[in-house]
């Protein structure tokens, strides 16, 4: 008998295992996520971010976000206060610490939340003279998806870039087709991450032939992308 109550005894490390091994499971099935599924990973972010949001009256889509615009129009004055609202959240995911006029401006227009982010030397979007995004482009592509997505925005990019006098390696390609791939880059990454398809509205490329005022065509700062932010309070 003394004999079975040691073997009894003896099998919790079993249990202990299983736990073990469970918990790593699930964590490999996190990081597989994260890794495979950035546009499911952002929205489980957002969800625990406000993890209420589809409980607090309005219409909900299949993703239990609140479709605020569905239920009511808003008036002019309640879309200027939510826009300054969303504003503030831009500068809050970006630029963490304090606003840089160097990386991002943003200014409430009647067109709606204008946010022009500048691929800044020091911190770029695109890498040099190309439509890849940096790691910087990225996060700042999924902290924009998440915003859209959460608050229902119409998106409108506008891609510009300075005039330069280098020759690209491909044939018939310059500022133009430049200008107009970075802005379709910008798009594929929010619609990767969060933001569905359905806010996607207009994609444009200007090359070098917008400058900002009181600058050179080939000033750096003139190497920006402009996102126009709108919301439809129109059914």
């Known amino acids: 008998m003394a004999k079975k109550k040691d073997a009894h005894h003896g099998g919790a490390w079993k249990v202990a295992y299983a ?69 503030a959240d831009v500068q809050k995911m970006i630029n963490k610490d304090e606003p840089d006029d160097s990386l991002m401006e943003i200014q409430i227009t ?7 982010l500048f691929d800044n030397p020091k911190k770029p979007l695109f890498e040099p003279l190309t439509a890849r995004l940096t790691k910087w482009g990225e996060f700042v592509m999924e902290s924009l998806s998440w915003i859209i997505e959460k608050n229902k925005l119409r998106v409108f990019i506008d891609g510009h870039v300075a005039s330069t ?48 005022p009181d600058t050179e065509p080939e000033d750096e700062e003139n190497d920006r992308m402009l996102f126009t932010l709108n919301m439809n309070t129109y059914k």
């Open 19 to 87: 736990d073990f091994v469970t918990a790593m499971m699930a964590l490999f099935i996190v990081l597989w996520i994260c890794k495979e599924k950035p546009k499911l990973a952002a929205l489980i972010a957002a969800t625990f971010k406000e993890p209420l949001q589809g409980f607090k009256g309005g219409s909900t889509d299949v993703k239990g976000t609140v479709d605020p615009l569905e239920d009511v129009k808003m008036t002019a004055e309640e879309i200027e206060e939510t826009l300054e609202k969303i504003s």
């Open 110 to 116: 009647s067109d709606g939340l204008k946010i022009m």
């Open 165 to 212: 006098d280098v020759e690209f390696k491909k044939k018939d390609y310059g500022l133009w087709e430049l200008s107009l791939d970075r802005a379709n880059a910008c798009r594929r990454s929010l619609l990767n991450y969060a933001a569905s398809p359905k806010y996607m509205f207009r994609v444009t490329g200007y090359g070098d032939s917008k400058p900002l």
